[in-house]
């Protein structure tokens, strides 16, 4: 429903019918970039807090993000394309359940370029759906422990890479021949261990929790076709 509402608002906006919008179609050679505005929003969940050895209970969430994000696709055939996603997101890690009274615990940025491999439905139309999948690495960076509780002088956090599958699922709307209105939804896999060291003023030496972040990525934006 929202996604519907932006794509009516935007095309208002610019004056242009997709009904009437002519179209060529993709070939084999074409790249299209798209420039997206792009909610990531994690689908949380977190094991086990580790304080000094000891199980301290579940567990943290992850707040969502609205970013601008870059994505080029290369299509090697009318149909098939192979799309790189590009763009970064900034995150709050906060407390919950047992462990809710932190508040804050990490600060961090997330550099997580895509590449998947995609179906286009209906090369020759105006409207071309298409799906995708492929693999994500995500690249934490700028790490600080945050909240009143854990970060005191000296505290220090570091997030682990991860290696996921991604899939995808999208529709181009044709504004004339090179020129498109694009709608995308990602799945990415993303797993993250947080090492955390020196933190609560120095009264836990070594802390780590385990979290699955697979977020939902929803974008709008522009295209065009070279």
């Known amino acids: 429903m ?107 940025k997330v550099l997580p370029p895509t590449l998947t491999l995609q179906y286009h439905f209906m090369p020759d139309s105006n409207i071309r759906p298409y799906v995708g999948a492929g693999i994500n690495y995500t690249y934490f960076f700028d790490e600080e422990v945050a909240g009143d509780v854990l970060d005191t002088p000296g505290s220090k956090v570091k997030l682990d890479s991860s290696w996921g599958l991604a899939a995808q699922a999208g529709v181009d709307v044709a504004l004339n021949d090179d020129w498109f209105v694009n709608f995308d939804v990602k799945y990415i896999d993303i797993d993250t261990e947080a090492h955390f060291t020196n933190i609560a003023g120095g009264t836990i030496q070594k802390a780590k929790i385990h979290a699955d972040i697979d977020p939902f990525v929803w974008g709008i934006g522009i295209g065009r076709r070279f």
């Open 2 to 108: 929202k996604t519907t509402t932006l794509a009516a608002a935007l095309l208002t906006t610019l004056g242009l019918s997709t009904v009437a919008a002519p179209a060529m179609a993709y070939e084999a050679g074409d790249w299209l970039v798209r420039g997206r505005v792009i909610n990531v929003n994690p689908n949380d969940d977190s094991g086990q807090l580790y304080a000094d050895g000891a199980a301290g209970g579940e567990g943290v969430s992850v707040n969502s993000d609205t970013v601008p994000e870059l994505d080029i696709t290369y299509m090697f055939h009318k149909n098939w394309g192979v799309e790189l996603i590009l763009g970064y997101s900034e995150h709050t890690v906060k407390g919950e359940k047992n462990w809710s009274a932190l508040g804050d615990v990490i600060d961090t």
